[in-house]
């Protein structure tokens, strides 16, 4: 090949290598244009989706919408389920006759003849699990009734089922004595074995043996620690009926 032609092709080389230098330069350049406008690449279900900022904020806030809907909808489902939960409890389920404006007796009318019911009013519950306390009138798996001033017990969770349920009371180291009856209660399952502990300032000072529906109601009457600020009534392995506990 002649010098001239080997000049030609050199420069046939030189020139593609440049056009294809062109291109990717070229590509580049519109990537980074691209870039800079703020197109974005989301997935969206499985699938690239390219999409401006705009278009990926409105897509947010409509998953956002979505989200606070579904948590409004289980909120009102959950609300609605407490309140059926509590009118089958006020219509006699567990034979219960509740007065029209409960715990608002003052601390006179609240002592007994032997001191001061726990479950009044007179005593403050600083805090509780599972927990309800009524008066009137209840009933034991045996068939018995019972009238009382004030009782307690660990109720059920709506949605789970039963599980220990307890309070507490600040009894602000002005009592020693506590007494009260315990019976089964209509809705522990056959085959459960309640159990009734007390606590005073976190230390065990009760536990009860295994209450059943075929326990007949019992009567207890505990020594307080002198000094013990904080009294804890739990109650686990299934439901019982505290009757008129009584602090002296």
């Known amino acids: 090949m002649s010098k001239e032609g080997k000049g030609e092709v050199k420069a046939a080389i030189i020139t593609g290598v440049c056009a294809l230098l062109v291109g990717i330069l070229g590509t580049f350049f519109a990537t980074s ?10 997935f969206f279900n499985g699938t690239e989706v390219r999409v401006s900022p705009d278009e990926n904020q409105a897509m947010i806030d409509d998953l956002r919408e979505e989200n606070n809907s579904l948590k409004a909808e289980k909120e009102s489902f959950s609300q609605k389920a407490e309140e059926e939960y509590s009118k089958g409890f006020e219509a ?9 404006e409960p ?7 609240a002592a007994s ?3 001061v019911y726990l479950f009044s009013d007179a005593i403050t519950q600083v805090d509780s699990k599972r927990w309800a306390v009524g ?6 798996p045996l068939g018995n009734t019972h009238d009382t001033k004030y009782y307690a017990h660990a109720r059920e969770d709506y949605f789970y089922g039963w599980d220990t349920g307890w309070a507490e009371y600040n009894i602000n180291q002005k009592y020693t004595q506590l007494s009260g009856t315990v019976v089964s209660h209509v809705d522990i399952a056959t ?4 159990v009734l502990t007390i606590f005073a300032d976190g230390a065990t000072i009760y536990t009860s043996p295994s209450i059943t529906r075929t326990t007949y109601p019992f009567e207890l009457d ?3 620690p002198e000094g013990t600020k904080i009294l804890k009534i739990e109650v686990s392995g299934g439901p019982l009926l505290l009757l008129d506990f009584t602090l002296s």
């Not at 008066?135 to 034991?140: F, I, K, R, T, Y």
């Open 222 to 224: 505990k020594k307080i």
């Open 103 to 109: 715990h608002t007796e003052s601390a006179e009318i």
């Open 191 to 194: 085959g459960a074995e309640a």
């Open 33 to 42: 244009a691209i870039n800079n406008n703020q197109v974005l690449t989301v």
């Open 135 to 140: 008066a009137g009138q209840v009933a034991d």
């Open 92 to 100: 006699g389920k567990l034979s219960i006759s509740l007065p029209a």
């Open 113 to 115: 003849a032997n001191g």
